[in-house]
T-cell receptor
């Protein structure tokens, strides 16, 4: 299974942008890149996912390198509620282009947001 | 509202007992997953199922069993063979089009007493 590597922790100030990096050098052509975040004693929350092109939604942006070996989750203006553990995950896709199979989590990045 | 319901939220088990954790989804999702999370750690995959009546072992399946008799239900049994079952257990699902990624339940915290 393709693995991801993330920094153990990052810090940011409120209202500032945050760039959370993820390396996935062994990614295969059909792997989707997913990002989730988790608060203590809660289930992970979906943030964003993509395949090749950069993606934007109301929560964040996902910038995917041209060779797909790395990606960056961008929180445009961090708030205190964004403090969480952020997981970058690769999801195996089947031939139909849907996202199935094992979803393997790494240790994630603990994001601290300072007021 | 559609979502995943895990029950109970807290569960206490005596040593030597089997316990079953419930996971129900009304999202019409095809695939379902069980994860275990220990304090300060990431999630580890126990079992997953992509269709009814079929499931595969994850990375730490020993001491656990599952069934998938209905599309919306994927219960996890923690057997007495699982030597260290105290953990936070999470269930997840995803649909065929995967437009919105995986949906997770709120978890069950199992404690052996």
């Amino acid at each position: 299974d393709a693995k991801t590597t993330q920094p153990n922790s990052m810090e940011s100030n409120e209202e500032e942008p945050v760039h959370l990096p993820c390396n996935h050098s062994t990614i295969s052509g059909t792997d989707y890149i997913h990002w989730y975040r988790q608060l203590p004693s809660q289930g992970p929350e979906y943030v964003i996912h993509g395949l090749t092109s950069n993606v934007n939604n109301r929560m964040a942006s996902l910038a995917i390198a041209e060779d797909r070996k790395s990606s960056t989750l961008i929180l445009h203006r961090a708030t205190l509620r964004d403090a969480a553990v952020y997981y970058c995950i690769l999801s195996l896709s089947n031939a139909g282009g849907t996202s199935y199979g094992k979803l393997t989590f790494g240790q994630g990045t603990i994001l601290t947001v300072h007021p | 509202d559609g979502g995943i319901t895990q029950s109970p939220k807290y569960l206490f088990r005596k040593e030597g007992q089997n316990v079953t954790l419930s996971c129900e989804q009304n999202l019409n999702h095809d695939a379902m997953y069980w994860y275990r999370q220990d304090p300060g750690q990431g999630l580890r995959l126990i079992y997953y199922s992509q269709i009814v009546n079929d499931f595969q072992k994850g990375d730490i399946a020993e001491g656990y069993s599952v069934s998938r008799e209905k599309k919306e239900s994927f219960p996890l049994t923690v057997t007495s063979a699982q030597k260290n079952p105290t953990a936070f257990y999470l269930c997840a699902s995803i649909g065929f089009r995967a437009s919105y990624g995986y949906t997770f339940g709120s978890g069950t915290r199992l404690t052996v007493v």
